[in-house]
């Protein structure tokens, strides 16, 4: 199963399908059933104390009409002068019962309601935070799909675990108890007779059932990929692609074939669910033929009253559902336990980027950052993700480390300075970059802001100093305002727009019919990309960090918006340390430093007027590739 399962609504059973075909026993992990219990069942064991005794009253009240039933047969067949009051009594008794039983069931659903959402809210707040704080190596790695696929459905399936399964175990097997104990009191042999009969039950129930499972497991797979095929063809991106490429025929061709497998096992689980009970059915209705038969025998020979056998067949059928569902109930529960075991792999996962033990907050910094001997490799698959939220269920991760990237990089940026970095695509600029605010950390050497290691400071005081401006700023869908303030929750709106002018975009928002109540984003207006950059920086001007951090966009910016995005660049440089990954001269040419980093070390490095005097790469790449190098260096550098 690929992309996406999350399309499939509340699907519980999807924990079993991504297994494979392996049954769920096979994996479950020893002391999952106590860790259920002590981690999330346990608040409520007040709750759960009380549902199992309504469902203990409900299940107890079972074979009660049954009984009342044998009375009035019992009373009409014998005709006594009390007949006429049993009668009366046996009528009121039956409305009793079962208004009690209403009432009963209605408190018993409250109750595993309330319990079932309040473990669905528990077990999502956790797996919610736990995800949030993953390293961002993880979310490279994983497929959305899939972890979306863990906040719905494996909760959901986990809930079930606990008040569904657990619920319809116990009141089931009350149920069983209870009926088949008053089948005995009635008459041992003909519950002895009843008995017989079971194990080819068991039999066919067991049977049936897994054969039921293995389609609806078949069914949810196929259902996946054909979800996983709409959710990828009908995104902007892919419907773009099917369109240039022309293959809309093709694309119907591969769907419809996988929609028609689809249908193909729904019928057949349609048919053999029927067939399961039918010969349920079948097999009562021939079980209750043979009590009355028999029954009426003991009845001629006076064993049993009438009443007996009246009440006796009632309390067959009543078992009949009971032990049926108490056959499949071993593979339920590994189902939905199989949800639980799903949630905990997942909030089981370290969090190798956190706050460290006694880590300090990081307050006023000046901004000064030093990277000391620098070597960095990307953390390997195994140590960055979870195999079932990769590709497939069965896959094994990668656990070589990968390749490094960073070589001995060491550079000091004074508070206050700007550090352009220049090279080749692939060197490793935007490693360095990532490593400032900790979006990885570094194998060997150190990266220090004010003399600190980043690895001992406090994340939120980390993240408060450094801002960091990306190549393809991303936008929540919302308003340009909430965007903006996601950097400053308290600003106002006069601060909002201070630092959207600064950064250039002032005018482009107000000029917005909706000015900064446009919602942009995912689906909302579409920026250019220098506009976005722009709004990325404003934003970032609003944190008002001590350290900024900016990949130079310079593919999409059209001439107007670049001159604006360098105006913007030098209010939001200006008093600030900042490490920019350059492409255009002016930029580079500012810098009060510039490192050339090839193949994951710095080459060269120095100013501008310095670098491209020496022969090697600098000189090179101005020469071939600086965005604006053919015009004259902005005067303010002096530079050239
Ligand atoms: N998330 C990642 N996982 C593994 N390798 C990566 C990742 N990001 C970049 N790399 C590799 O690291 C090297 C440096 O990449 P990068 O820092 O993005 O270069 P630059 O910004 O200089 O173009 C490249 O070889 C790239 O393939
Ligand atoms: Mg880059």
């Given at each position: 199963?690929?992309?996406?399962?999350?399309?499939?609504?509340?699907?519980?059973?999807l924990?079993?399908?991504?297994?494979?075909?392996?049954?769920?026993?096979?994996r479950?992990?020893?002391?999952?059933?106590?860790?259920?219990?002590?981690?999330?069942?346990?608040?409520?064991?007040?709750?759960?104390?009380?549902?199992?005794?309504?469902?203990?009253?409900?299940?107890?009240?079972?074979p009660l009409?049954?009984?009342?039933?044998?009375?009035?047969?019992d009373?009409?067949?014998?005709?006594?002068?009390?007949?006429?009051r049993?009668?009366?009594?046996?009528?009121?008794?039956?409305?009793?019962?079962a208004?009690?039983?209403?009432?009963?069931?209605?408190?018993?659903r409250?109750?595993?309601?309330?319990?079932?959402?309040?473990?669905?809210?528990?077990?999502?707040?956790?797996?919610?935070?736990?995800?949030?704080r993953?390293?961002?190596?993880?979310?490279?790695?994983?497929?959305?799909?899939a972890?979306?696929?863990?906040?719905?459905?494996?909760?959901i399936g986990?809930?079930?675990?606990?008040t569904g399964?657990?619920g319809?175990?116990?009141?089931?097997?009350?149920?069983?108890?209870?009926?088949?104990?008053?089948?005995?009191?009635?008459?041992?042999?003909?519950?002895?007779?009843?008995?017989?009969?079971?194990p080819?039950?068991?039999?066919?129930?067991?049977?049936?059932?897994r054969?039921?499972?293995?389609?609806?497991?078949?069914?949810?797979?196929?259902?996946?990929?054909?979800?996983?095929?709409?959710?990828?063809?009908?995104?902007?991106?892919?419907?773009?692609?099917?369109?240039?490429?022309?293959?809309?025929?093709?694309?119907?061709?591969?769907?419809?074939?996988?929609?028609?497998?689809?249908?193909?096992?729904?019928?057949?689980s349609?048919?053999?669910?029927?067939?399961?009970?039918?010969?349920?059915?079948?097999?009562?209705?021939?079980g209750?033929?043979?009590?009355?038969?028999v029954?009426?025998?003991?009845v001629?020979?006076?064993?049993?009253?009438?009443?007996?056998?009246?009440?006796?067949?009632?309390?067959?059928?009543?078992?009949?559902?009971?032990?049926?569902?108490?056959?499949?109930?071993?593979?339920?529960?590994?189902t939905?336990?199989v949800?639980?075991?799903?949630?905990f792999?997942?909030?089981?996962?370290?969090?190798?980027?956190?706050?460290a033990?006694?880590?300090?907050?990081?307050?006023?910094?000046?901004?000064?950052?030093?990277?000391?001997?620098?070597?960095?490799?990307?953390?390997?698959?195994?140590?960055?993700?979870?195999?079932?939220?990769?590709?497939?269920?069965?896959?094994?991760l990668?656990?070589?480390?990968g390749?490094?990237?960073?070589?001995?990089?060491?550079?000091?940026?004074?508070?206050?300075?700007?550090?352009?970095?220049?090279?080749?695509s692939?060197?490793?600029?935007?490693?360095?970059?990532s490593?400032?605010?900790?979006?990885?950390?570094?194998?060997?050497?150190?990266?220090?802001?004010d003399?600190?290691?980043?690895?001992?400071?406090?994340?939120?005081?980390l993240?408060?100093?450094?801002?960091?401006?990306?190549?393809?700023p991303?936008l929540?869908?919302?308003?340009?305002?909430?965007?903006?303030?996601?950097?400053?929750?308290?600003?106002?709106?006069?601060?909002?727009?201070a630092?959207?002018?600064?950064?250039?975009?002032?005018?482009?928002?107000?000029?917005?019919?909706?000015?900064?109540?446009?919602?942009?984003?995912?689906?909302?207006?579409?920026l250019?990309?220098?506009?976005?950059?722009?709004?990325?920086l404003?934003?970032?001007?609003?944190?008002d960090?001590?350290?900024?951090?900016?990949?130079?966009?310079?593919?999409?910016?059209?001439?107007?918006?670049?001159?604006?995005?360098?105006?913007?660049?030098?209010?939001?440089?200006?008093?600030?340390?900042?490490?920019?990954?350059?492409h255009?001269?002016?930029?580079?040419?500012?810098?009060?430093q510039i490192l050339?980093?090839?193949?994951?070390?710095?080459?060269?490095?120095?100013?501008?007027?310095?670098?491209?005097?020496?022969?090697?790469?600098?000189?090179?790449?101005?020469?071939?590739q600086?965005?604006?190098?053919?015009r004259?260096?902005?005067?303010?550098?002096?530079a050239v």
């Open positions: 199963m690929s992309a996406f399962s999350g399309g499939h609504g509340m699907m519980p059973q924990g079993l399908v991504r297994r494979g075909a392996t049954m769920p026993s096979d479950l992990p020893r002391g999952l059933v106590r860790r259920v219990w002590v981690e999330f069942a346990r608040p409520y064991r007040r709750r759960l104390a009380l549902l199992l005794l309504a469902i203990g009253v409900g299940a107890a009240m079972t009409p049954a009984l009342i039933v044998k009375h009035i047969v009373a009409l067949s014998q005709r006594s002068p009390d007949t006429a049993v009668v009366n009594v046996a009528a009121v008794g039956l409305i009793a019962v208004a009690v039983t209403a009432l009963v069931q209605l408190w018993e409250y109750l595993s309601a309330w319990i079932g959402e309040q473990l669905i809210l528990d077990l999502r707040r956790a797996v919610f935070d736990h995800v949030q993953m390293p961002l190596a993880f979310f490279t790695r994983t497929q959305t799909g972890l979306i696929s863990r906040l719905n459905n494996d909760v986990a809930q079930r675990a606990l399964t657990f319809t175990l116990a009141q089931n097997g009350i149920r069983v108890v209870v009926v088949v104990g008053a089948m005995f009191v009635l008459s041992v042999s003909l519950t002895l007779l009843v008995l017989s009969v079971l080819l039950f068991v039999v066919l129930a067991k049977g049936v059932g054969r039921l499972q293995a389609l609806t497991r078949e069914s949810m797979q196929l259902n996946a990929d054909m979800s996983t095929v709409m959710t990828e063809r009908f995104n902007v991106a892919g419907a773009l692609l099917v369109k240039l490429f022309g293959r809309p025929a093709e694309e119907n061709r591969g769907f419809v074939e996988r929609a028609e497998r689809v249908a193909d096992v729904g019928i057949r349609a048919v053999v669910g029927r067939l399961f009970f039918t010969l349920l059915g079948l097999m009562g209705s021939v209750i033929a043979v009590v009355y038969w029954g009426s025998r003991l001629l020979g006076g064993a049993l009253s009438t009443g007996d056998v009246v009440a006796f067949g009632l309390l067959v059928t009543q078992a009949y559902a009971p032990l049926s569902a108490l056959t499949n109930a071993p593979v339920e529960v590994l939905a336990l949800s639980f075991d799903r949630v792999e997942v909030l089981d996962l370290p969090h190798p980027i956190g706050d033990e006694g880590a300090v907050r990081l307050v006023r910094p000046r901004g000064e950052v030093v990277f000391d001997r620098v070597s960095f490799a990307y953390p390997s698959a195994a140590d960055s993700s979870l195999a079932s939220l990769e590709r497939g269920w069965s896959e094994v990668d656990a070589s480390p390749a490094t990237v960073l070589r001995d990089v060491s550079f000091v940026a004074d508070a206050g300075q700007t550090v352009a970095l220049v090279g080749p692939g060197a490793g600029k935007s490693t360095i970059c490593l400032v605010p900790r979006l990885y950390d570094v194998s060997h050497g150190a990266v220090r802001i003399g600190h290691d980043v690895r001992d400071l406090t994340l939120s005081s993240a408060a100093a450094v801002g960091v401006v990306s190549q393809d991303h929540f869908h919302d308003t340009i305002r909430t965007n903006l303030r996601y950097a400053r929750p308290g600003a106002s709106d006069a601060d909002v727009e630092a959207c002018r600064a950064a250039q975009i002032h005018d482009v928002i107000a000029a917005l019919p909706d000015g900064y109540d446009t919602v942009v984003g995912e689906r909302g207006y579409r250019s990309g220098g506009e976005k950059q722009r709004l990325a404003a934003r970032v001007l609003l944190k960090p001590a350290v900024i951090v900016l990949d130079e966009a310079t593919a999409h910016l059209d001439s107007e918006s670049e001159v604006a995005v360098q105006r913007a660049l030098a209010t939001a440089l200006a008093r600030r340390t900042s490490l920019v990954i350059a255009r001269l002016s930029t580079i040419a500012r810098a009060d050339v980093v090839a193949g994951g070390r710095v080459v060269q490095r120095g100013t501008h007027a310095e670098l491209v005097r020496s022969p090697g790469l600098y000189a090179e790449l101005y020469r071939t600086f965005a604006d190098a053919s004259p260096v902005d005067e303010a550098s002096g």
